[in-house]
């Protein structure tokens, strides 16, 4: 049946229960991949395709996308489209494993699982996503999350933000709080207030939107910030650090957001707080001090511990943003690059694209694009490539990439999980 | 059930390519069906401006007119 039935042996034997792999030219390897959202999932696809015994651990059953659910809090699309199981993987012959990674031993190559098996690998992919740091901001922690749902990873966080945006009272106050760098999708929160406002200019003209930034600059800044202009003036009022927006402190109960400078009182608050890699990378010894895991730009090997490779949202991809395209893209260069490791082959060094839509209101898209290589250790921007929609386009190009933003999800989902 | 000489052999940037381009009948142009000579010459015509895109553009920039071409190559040989 499955190979991880073959190898599942007790915790400290396998070591010396298992033959070493074979390297040689053709040879097949044994490569565990852990999270299967759009990173680990693509990876473990592409893997199988290439011949390689391939086991995706993840525990859900449903995947919650997190592309497209600030349409879900606007109240313009179902929370039934972010939903993706995992039939179309298995139906292709990828292993899975329904169960949580404990516990990573890059000595002994050996995952531990939730389920009590172990899992053996020659290459480890590592797509496990972001945690979200309750330690970060005084406050704000899991409880003070469902007063003030932060609803960037998709699912009852979503609903729940969705469903206090509907409560809210008309000429009540929604403070939106945005951290500083990085953390995954960069123009999301801008997303976020954009549909937030039409949601309340649609439902509650006299509500207010206040967005507290830790940052001055941000991703397709002059695109949304034109837009807000046109759309949104006296609703939603943007507050950059410079300006004080950086929020220092929340408090739930009192339902109050605090700046250096200020104290916000809201009637729903969306607090997006500092971000780290999940708990894995760190406990398998792949995050530096930054909470994030350093990688070789080629193959994505961990520059901390050798045969594991991070993906996606967790890993420190230069110039690369965190977002699912990225992710999606990052995983099939890693899986070939495995593939071609534990053939006995050095991957060419690779070229990867990300393509990021946002909304800021139904038919009105925007975008930014890029295109990295591996240069001088990281990976960086191609010069003269890549860069935003342009600021002067015409409705038409809106309307446009707003469709090209639907087809995108579309695309991307069936690919990765259809 | 070893990988196909297809499979080893993506370009570099290839790969990335079927992030939006999919199936036939989505806004976004399927490459199905393609040759080489039509995916190379539109990559060459959006690095160069002489066709209008609204994301193309800005991609195609990236690469190559050697690099294109061996994407055009990848993706009419049923590349994904």
Known sequence: MSGIGRRAVLAGLAATALPRPALAQGARGRVAVIGGGFGGATAARVLHRAGLDVTLVEPAETYWACPFSNEV???????????????????????????????????????????????????LILSPGIALRFDALPGYD???????????????????????????????????????????????????????????????????????????TFSKQKLFEQAWKALYPGLLEYVPLAAGGQVTAVDP??????????????????IIPPQRAAPIATQAGVADRSGWCPIDPVTFESRLVPRIHVIGDAAIAGAMPKSA??????????????TDLLAGRTPAAPKLINTCYSLV?????ISVAGVYHPDKGVLADVEGAGGTSPVDAPDTVRQQEATYAEDWYRTITSAVFG | ???????????????????????????????????????????????SGARPATVMNRIAKGFSESESRAIADYLAGGGQ
């Not at chain 2, 790969?15 to 040759?35: D, E, K, Q, R, T």
């Open chain 2, 1 to 47: 059930m070893l990988a196909s000489p297809v499979a080893a052999a993506a370009p570099p940037g290839a790969s990335s390519c079927s992030g939006c381009h999919g199936a036939p009948g989505g806004a976004v142009p399927s490459l199905i069906g393609h040759s080489a000579e039509d995916i190379a010459a539109s990559l060459s015509a959006f690095r």
């Open chain 1, 253 to 270: 109960a009192a339902m109050t957001v605090a700046t250096d400078f200020e104290t916000y009182k809201a009637d729903l608050a969306c």
């Open chain 1, 73 to 123: 809090i606007a109240g313009l699309r179902p929370m039934s489209a972010q939903a993706f199981g995992y039939e179309g993987l298995r139906a292709s012959g990828v292993t899975i494993a329904r169960t949580s990674a404990e516990a990573v031993d890059g000595a002994a190559r050996q995952v531990r699982l939730a389920d009590g098996r172990t899992l053996d690998y020659d290459r």
């Open chain 1, 325 to 338: 395209f990225a992710a999606n893209a990052q995983g099939k260069v890693c899986a070939e690059a495995v």
């Open chain 1, 361 to 365: 209101a139904p038919g009105y898209g």
């Open chain 1, 142 to 216: 899991a409880a003070a999350a469902e007063t003030m749902p932060h609803a960037w990873k998709a699912g009852a966080q979503t609903e729940l933000l969705a469903q206090k945006l509907a409560a809210l009272p008309e000429g009540g106050t929604v403070v939106l709080s945005v951290p500083g760098n990085p953390y995954r999708c960069p123009p999301g929160p801008y997303e976020r207030a954009s549909l937030i406002a039409y949601y309340l200019k649609a439902h509650k003209p006299r509500a207010k939107l206040i967005v507290l930034d830790a940052k001055d």
